[in-house]
């Protein structure tokens, strides 16, 4: 395998590259059932079968709406009171409630659509990059400012990440390049001096390829086909990885 050279950058998306993600229907119900009680204590009774139809629907609405307007991220407050939870908020009061309670809303729900852990060998390797001076940044989609960073924080890798962008914070998500603008400017590096390592070629490679990385890195995870079902377009990785471990040997070229 060719090495990639003059590498000072090394950009990961979280899900499928850091964390290792997978759909789980019963971790999903876990969660609609938090958040039903959670609804349940600010006085806005929803049963979790209505509740579950009601995520599931919401999603596909509102990944249809980011699609149709240039991939831009809403705040997770429009996401829960205009997609997710809309038929709750004909009630002024109650879409107060919802609006003051959505990121909490949002770090639950994400949390719970995968079953979740650490990829193998994710300390070491972070670690290895972080040792070897390569400045690490995360760039994620993600409804949630709080759950990404909670949990590098959990595995102790946050000290490791030069810069975290979150498509929360900044108001667009990958494929749009924007997205990474962020990070190159709170790193210092041009996209030529980069990589970004990703799990799908509907976001990330497409993305990173848009936006001018020196290379697109692509591992499958549990969440690559599910993302990429619908993708037709035709950005091609320039390396396919099994492993996140097995990042060190490109990066000796």
Request: charged share 30%; glycine share 8%.
């Amino acid at each position: 395998m060719a090495g990639i050279p003059d590498v000072k950058g090394v950009f990961l998306d979280y899900g499928g590259v850091v964390e290792d993600v997978h759909p789980d229907e019963d971790q999903f119900r876990r969660g609609v059932s938090i958040i039903s009680d959670m609804l349940g204590d600010a006085g806005i009774a929803i049963d979790r079968e209505s509740l579950s139809d009601a995520l599931r629907s919401g999603q596909g609405a509102y990944d249809a709406w980011y699609r149709e307007n240039g991939y831009r991220e809403l705040p997770n407050e429009e996401i829960w009171t205009t997609f997710f939870l809309e038929e709750y908020c004909r009630d002024t009061g109650a879409k107060k409630r919802i609006r003051e309670r959505a990121e909490e809303l949002s770090s639950i729900y994400e949390y719970y659509l995968y079953k979740r852990r650490p990829v193998e060998e994710m300390l070491h390797v972070l670690k290895n990059l972080f040792q070897n001076r390569y400045v690490i940044a995360l760039v994620s989609n993600t409804m949630s400012r709080t759950l990404i960073p909670e949990r590098l924080k959990k595995y102790g890798v946050d000290r490791y990440f030069t810069t975290v962008v979150l498509s929360a914070e900044e108001g667009v998500r990958k494929p749009n390049e924007a997205i990474f603008q962020p990070a190159f400017r709170q790193t210092g590096l041009s996209p030529e001096q980069c990589v970004y390592i990703g799990d799908t070629l509907s976001r990330d490679v497409e993305g990173s390829r848009r936006a001018g990385f020196r290379s697109s890195i692509l591992i499958h995870s549990g969440l690559t086909d599910v993302k990429d079902r619908d993708y037709r377009g035709d950005a091609k990785p320039d390396h396919i990885l099994k492993k996140l471990r097995d990042l060190k040997p490109l990066l000796t070229g």
